[in-house]
């Protein structure tokens, strides 16, 4: 069992956005991204998947959906939440869209 959190992601932030995923194996008490980002699978241009567990806002937007990955491995036979966490310095134009969202055994 390698579990790695899987789900599809569109987004339209402004420059002083950042869209984040994180873990906590505390009940919520401390949130981190250690580890998400390893053992990324093989890139595909144009499709992902992204395993970059921040998105930082720019002054475009996403207009197509895109795969992120992240390994949960290290999180291994652990109570293990986790969160998408939208920070904004002011306002986000449209805001982030998160679909398709699972852990899986690849």
């Known amino acids: 069992w390698t579990p790695r959190l899987e789900f599809w992601s569109l987004w339209d932030l402004r420059s002083s956005t950042t869209a984040a995923v994180e873990v906590s194996v505390d009940g919520g008490f401390s949130w981190t991204q250690n580890n998400l980002i390893n053992n990324c699978p093989p890139f595909v241009s144009g499709v992902g998947p992204y395993c970059d567990p ?50 899986a055994d690849p």
């Open 54 to 103: 921040n998105i930082f806002g720019s002054a475009t937007s996403v207009a197509e959906w895109f795969s992120r990955v992240h390994d949960l491995r290290a999180y291994n036979n652990q109570r293990l939440g986790i969160r998408f966490r939208l920070s904004t310095g002011g306002s986000t134009n449209d805001g982030w869209w998160i679909t398709d969202i699972y852990v």
